[in-house]
Each structure stands twice: as C-alpha cells, then as structure tokens.
RNA sequence: CCAGGAGGGAGGGCGACCGCUCGGGCGAAAGCCUGAGAGGAAAGUCCGGACAGCACAGAGCGAGGUGCCCGGCGCAAGCCGGGGUCGGGAGACCGACGGACAGGGCCACAGAGACGGAGUCUGCGCGCGCUGCGCGCAGGGUGAAACGCGGUAACCCCCACCUGCUGCAACCCCAAGCAUGGCCGUCGACGCUGCUCGCCGAGGCCAGGGUAGGGGGCACCUGCCGCGAGGCGGGAAGGGCGCCACUCGGUGCCCUGAGAUAGAUGGUCGCCUGAAACAGAAUCCGGCUUACUCCCCUCCUGGAGCG
RNA sequence: CGGGGUGUAGCGCAGCCUGGUUAGCGCGCGUCGUUCGGGACGACGAGGUCCCCAGUUCAAAUCUGGGCACCCCGA
C-alpha cells in the first residue's frame, strides 16, 4: 500500500475516530468517515497491549495485505482507521484476513464477495 | 563412548506469485526497468564517549561513580594478561575482594554484661579483721558475636582515581503567519480646544514567539568499469585477531556502514530433514546486563571400555 | 526515542530514608450480640510469596544488583 493511500497525520486519525462510525471485531476495529480526499485512505493502530515489536510489526503488515487485496474493489472518497486487538497476536492470517473482509462488509463499503 | 568445564563459530538456504521504502535510468505523465534494504543481542537503558545547546577566570566545597596487587588499552566505567588471600567442587574450573589503631553511629531478643566501664553463677588456690569479703585462675549459661582494642563501611566516613548541566523530542534553518509588540504624511470618535498634543477604534507597514507543517542534524572520501544506482579496488575512521618493540608506537590479516517518520526491509506457499528460539534499526560508536535455538569447532577434567 | 515514578490483606494507603520489636490504618468480609426484621452500633475473628530472583548482614518489606508489570512527563 503505497504512501498516498496511507494516514499520515495525528489529526487524520483524531477525525476519524471522533465520527464514531465503527464495526467491532473479536481481532479487529474498524472506524470510518468521508474524507474530501478522492482516495481510500487507512490507518493501522496496534497497541502495546498486543505484545513487542516483532508481533505488532507482523499484525500491522498482515492486516495491511489483507486490506491491500480488497482496496480496489472499495469505493473511494472514505478514510479507514484499523485497531487491533489484543488476540489478533495470536491469531492465523486467513482468520486476520477474514476479519478485515467481515469489517468492511459490514460497513457497507464491501459488496458480497466469494472469496 | 558417557558426564562435565573453558573459549570460539553459526543465528537459515533455494524457488514461485503478489507487495513496501530509499537511490538510479528512461518517460510529458501514468508508469516501466534496475540496485540496495535489521541484530547478536537491534532489547533493558545500567554506564561511558562523540555531537549539540547552555554555563564557565582559577581554586575549593557539595553530589555521584569505581575499588585485592602488578602490567597493557581507555578521561573514566570496563576489558585483557599475570599473581595473591578466602570460599565452593573429586577435578578441569567457578565465585568474592581497599581501610574498622582517623573519627562518629548502630548491634533488637536473650544475657550479669554488647565495649568503657562494669561484672553473673560454679569450682579451685591464696590472704584477712573468717556464716563472709578481697585477689588470681579455670569453667558453665545467653547469643551471630562475650573482653579478643568484637561485628557492621551494599551506615556516615577515610584513602586513591575520575566526573560542569541537559539531552537528537538536543540543536539549527525555511515558508505561512496567530497571541503580542513597535511605527505611520491615513480615516473616524472623544478630551482641552486655535494648532500642536493625548487617547480609543479601524487601516497600512515592520518585528514576531510557543504549537502545528517542511527540511537539516542523518551516515566517510576516492580510482577503474557501467548511461546510472551500483560492482571491484584503494584510503581514512571504528572494531577484532596476531607479530615486533615495549617510551611515543609500528606493522600484517579480517570485519563494518540500511536510513523509515502512523514509521520500509514484507505476505502467502513449495522443497531442503523435521529449519527451531530470543527477537525489529530510529543520531552514531564502545562497554555491561538480561532473553534464547538446531548444531559445529578447539582445548581441558573425571569415568568406562578396547588395544 | 529520552527522562522520572509506583508495586505491601479483596480495594485504597502507611511503614522503607535511619535494617530487629506484633507488618499497621480505613473500607470491605465472617461469627455473635442488639432489633419484630433490616440498617446503624458494639464485641470477637479470619485474611499477607511485602511483584520476582540473587547478594550484603547474625538478621532484609526496608540496603545493593538484575529482571517483570503498570503509570506519568518531554517536540
């Protein structure tokens, strides 16, 4: 996922997160609002609680595939904000993979795929 | 062969598909091609240095760090070699180290008594003004330790050596320009009013924090080949292992350099035998400590067997 | 990334600097009393790896070193 596409600013993700619009997960949140920005943009948060930095590095990048597989199939114009939760340490990349797919369904911004 | 000790090495490889960051080439652009891309601990942040800002005549005090002896490197921590004492082990080997006659403090409970002045019980000996007292010797009991000028400096302290304070979120620069401040041949209102002037508001110009944004700090120099990134060499710097000198040092070989910024170095598989553990750079370098895997090498100790 | 702090009973804290006495206080909990019953009150009581591992010391919650967890501050 190339940088443009990517969150970049702290005031990015405080708007995000202030529009209230989420889905939960048992692995994952996910919160999303319009942007005037015609792109779809994401932002991946994994906390400290998930574990060090060799396993927050490995969920952010798996979440981040999963969303790069589904990214050209969403509609643009909305900004994305990921937050793992503390058993997606523990958790398999088809589990992480369908929890990213099940978010975004449920937040209407994914059509019924057969994957 | 088994058990153990010391030191060192290694920390996956190959292939397929899809991706990321930085650099380079081509292109008007989209993009295409191409080179490079985490560790031995990158970790904990326990220390030191470089670097930066601030402070600074010199010296002293304070505070902190280190601590057997000799030698080497280093400002110092620390590391290396040799030696010593004590403790552990059958051994190879491992662990701990200044000073208690410079001074102060503390040593609960038990005990007569915890250290400067005293003094318990029993026995023996001697003396006397003899139901006892005094002196001397030995022993018992309490306790970690009992008169032995005890123990405790991971209590203050003494001795020797060292140290300014704060830290890359340091610090420097850029554009925008808010708070605020200054200036004005401008306009309006008000005060005394004849002007100057004072004052308030608007306007213009200038300066301009802090925060937010961007950049630097931030990864050495150079010859040849290549369009270029880069590759192969050379040099400097740092580190490791040697050799010669042992006062400065000289010299040979080997290793190292990625540069993100909501933060790249990956995701999914197949095979290698069944690839496993701890774990992810954030200014850089060195030391210490902690975490951990399948193995490999060298030397040594003890035991068993065979010749 | 850098700097600083805290871990003690179910919860909130004291004790640590200056080592020793029984590890204490409030709330909560249990039993009994009081009341027709409950609350309040009174009496008695239970409950602790003093975060973990080493070390110093006769003796460690306390001193020293090393880990673990949590919290705060700095552009």
Same mark, same amino acid.
């Given at each position: 996922?190339?940088?443009?596409?990517?969150?970049?600013?702290? &005031?990015?993700?405080?708007?995000?997160?202030? =529009?209230?619009?989420?889905? &939960?997960?048992?692995?994952?949140?996910?919160?999303? &609002?319009?942007s005037d920005v015609g792109l779809t943009? &994401?932002?991946?948060?994994? =906390?400290?609680?998930?574990?060090?930095?060799?396993?927050?590095?490995?969920v952010r990048r798996r979440i981040r595939e999963a969303l790069r597989l589904r990214h050209a199939d969403l509609p643009p114009g909305y900004d994305l904000v990921f937050i793992?939760?503390?058993?997606?340490?523990?958790?398999?990349?088809?589990?992480?993979?369908a929890a990213v797919d099940r978010l975004l369904r449920r937040a209407k911004l994914l059509k019924q795929f057969n994957s």
């Open positions: 996922m190339k940088r443009e596409f990517r969150l970049r600013k702290t &005031a990015d993700f405080q708007r995000v997160r202030a =529009g209230k619009q989420s889905w &939960a997960h048992p692995l994952l949140v996910l919160y999303v &609002a319009p943009r &994401a932002g991946i948060v994994v =906390g400290k609680r998930v574990g060090g930095a060799v396993v927050r590095n490995r793992a939760r503390e058993p997606s340490a523990r958790a398999a990349w088809s589990e992480l993979r």
